[in-house]
DNA sequence: CGTAACGTTGACAAAAGTCAATACACGTGG
DNA sequence: CCACGTGTATTGACTTTTGTCAACGTTACG
C-alpha cells in the first residue's frame, strides 16, 4: 500500500496499475494528471445515459457502479459492476454517443478523465498506454465470461456465480476472510444482470436458501458453503493479475 | 483502397487501421513488422485451445474464424466471430493461457503476432496503441451489445440479430446490396453463438421462413424482409467507426 | 451403396416468465 | 405515536418458451 503526497489527489487508478507493475515517479504524475474533477453519487443515482453525449470517461474512486443497456424493445441488461480503480465509460473512447448509462450502485466518487488526457496519456508514456490496453483485453476476457454464464447456465448457476462474483472483488478490498455481502440491489437489479426476472430470482434465492448455500437477512447475503458453489457452477476468480512482461520500458 | 509494395506481405490490419486514420509510412512499416509468419488454414480447424499455451496474438488476413468457451460443466458458447483486419487471442495479452479456443469457420488465412512486438509498437507509435485501444474500447461495446441479446430477447430476436449482423459484415467487405448469406455453420454452432440448443435453432429457422422474414437453400441464407427484422429486433449497425479526435499526433 | 454428419419433427419435460395477490419495511406527514 | 403510501419481497396458479429424447429424413462423400 503506497502513501501520496498531501495535495495530490487520491487516484485509485494508480493504485490499480501500480499492483500489476511498479511504477516511476513520472507516470503516477501522469496518472495524477489524467483525472480532472471529483464527483460524489448517491446510491441509485445516474451518471451517465445511454444514447446521451459524453465528453470522458470516469475512474471510480470509492464505491461501485454498474452499467446497463435499455433495450428498443423493452426490459433492461446490467453489463457489469465497476469498482474501484475501474476506468469507465470507455464506449466514448470509440463514439461520442454513450452506448450504456452509468449508475451509481452505492455512494461512490469518480473523477472524471477528459478524452484528450488520455490521448496525451499514450503518447507520453506507452508502458501505461501497453497497460490500459492489457486491462481491456482482461475486461474483454470478464465479458466472455459472463456472457457464457448467461447463454448456457441455469439460474442457480448464474445467481451462484453472480454472489461469488462480488465476493471475490469484496475480498481485494476487505481483506481477510470475508463471506457476507452487502448487496444494495433490488432483485429487479439482480434479474436485469442476470438475465432473469425478479420473480425468478427470488425463487432462486429461496432455492440456494433451501439447500443451505447461503443465508440472508434482509439484502445481506452469508455464504455458507463457498466450495459446494464453486463446485457447481467452475466458477474462477481469475482477474488479480494482468501479464506484462511484454510492455514496453517506462 | 490502397496498395502496398510488392514483396511486403499484404496485412489486413493496416488496412483496417487505414479506415480510421490516415497511416503514415512509418506507421504503415510498423504494422508491417508487427506480423511474424502466416498461416493458412481450412474450415473447422482449430487454431488455437482453451486452456492451452499461448505464444502470441494473430491476425486475421483472410476468412473467418470464431472463438468459443467451454464450461466446465459441459456445453460451449460461443464468444463472437472474427474476421479480416480483426487483432485476435488478445486473451494472451492479460495471460499466458487461452482463455478461449480460435476455430476456423471458413478456409482462412492468419499472421502471427508475437507479444513483444506488440510492445515495441505501442513504445514506437503511440497513437497506433491508441487506436488499437479504441478498437478494444469498441470491441467491448459490442459484447455488450451480445450479452443484452443473449441476456434479454427470445430465440426468434437472436437468430435475427445473428443474421443482420453477419449481413452487417459481409457488406463491409463485398460492397453492393448484398442480402444472401452463405453460412458455413451448423445449426449446432449457431446454438452454441445465440444460447439455445439446436432442435430449437431449427424450429426458430423455419419460424422465420413461416414468416417470410428468409428463405434458405442449405446453408445459403436470404434475407427477404431486412426492414421488419430490423424493427422487430432494434437492430443497430454501429461498427464501421471509432472515434479518433482524441489521438495523439503520429 | 453405405456411412456419418447434419437437419427436421413430434411428444413430452423442465425452466423460466406472467399475472396477481399479499406481506413486509421504511419513511413521511399528521 | 400512528396511519398511510411506496417500493420491494414473497408466493401461488398458470402460461410460454426452451430443452430433452428419440426417431427419421437428407445430403455429401468416399
Redesign the interface.
Known amino acids: 500500500m503506497l502513501l501520496h503526497p498531501p495535495g495530490t489527489p487520491r487516484n485509485a487508478l494508480t493504485m490499480r496499475l501500480a499492483r500489476y507493475v511498479d511504477l516511476t515517479g513520472h507516470e503516477r504524475d501522469a496518472l495524477a494528471a489524467l483525472i480532472e474533477s471529483e464527483r460524489r453519487l448517491s446510491a441509485g443515482q445516474l451518471l451517465q445515459e445511454q444514447g446521451g453525449p459524453v465528453d470522458g470517461l470516469f475512474v471510480v474512486q470509492q464505491g461501485w457502479l454498474h452499467?446497463s443497456?435499455r433495450?428498443?424493445?423493452g426490459?433492461?441488461?446490467i453489463?457489469r459492476f465497476h469498482y474501484s480503480g475501474d476506468l469507465i465509460g470507455?464506449?466514448?473512447?470509440?463514439?461520442?454517443v454513450a452506448?450504456?448509462s452509468l449508475t451509481a450502485v452505492s455512494d461512490c466518487i469518480v473523477a472524471t478523465v477528459p478524452?484528450?488526457n488520455?490521448?496525451?496519456l499514450?503518447?507520453?508514456h506507452?508502458?501505461l498506454?501497453?497497460l490500459?490496453?492489457?486491462?481491456?483485453?482482461?475486461?474483454?476476457?470478464a465479458?466472455?465470461?459472463?456472457?457464457?454464464t448467461?447463454?448456457?447456465?441455469n439460474a442457480l448457476?448464474r445467481l451462484t456465480i453472480l454472489l461469488l462474483d462480488v465476493l471475490a472483488r469484496l475480498r481485494v478490498t476487505a481483506g481477510g476472510v470475508v463471506d457476507t455481502i452487502e448487496l444494495p440491489l433490488t432483485q429487479t437489479d439482480l434479474g436485469d444482470a442476470?438475465?432473469l426476472t425478479k420473480v425468478h430470482v427470488n425463487r432462486t434465492f429461496r432455492a440456494l436458501e433451501a439447500k443451505s448455500m447461503i443465508r440472508r437477512d434482509g439484502r445481506r447475503v452469508t455464504i455458507l458453503d463457498e466450495a459446494g458453489m464453486t463446485a457447481a457452477?467452475?466458477f474462477v476468480d481469475?482477474y488479480r493479475?494482468?501479464?506484462t512482461?511484454?510492455?514496453?520500458?517506462p
Chains 1, 2 share one sequence.
Not at 470507455?90 to 461520442?96: E, G, K
Not at 490500459?132 to 476476457?141: D, F, G, M, N, S
Not at 448467461?150 to 447456465?153: C, H, N
Not at 512482461?245 to 520500458?249: A, F, T, Y
Open positions: 452499467s443497456k433495450l428498443t424493445t426490459g433492461r441488461q453489463l470507455t464506449s466514448s473512447i470509440a463514439w461520442s452506448a450504456a478524452k484528450a488520455l490521448g496525451r499514450f503518447a507520453a506507452p508502458r498506454g501497453a490500459l490496453y492489457a486491462v481491456a483485453c482482461a475486461e474483454k476476457v465479458m466472455a465470461d459472463r456472457l457464457t448467461i447463454g448456457r447456465m448457476q442476470l438475465g457452477t467452475g481469475r493479475e494482468v501479464a512482461e511484454w510492455l514496453p520500458n
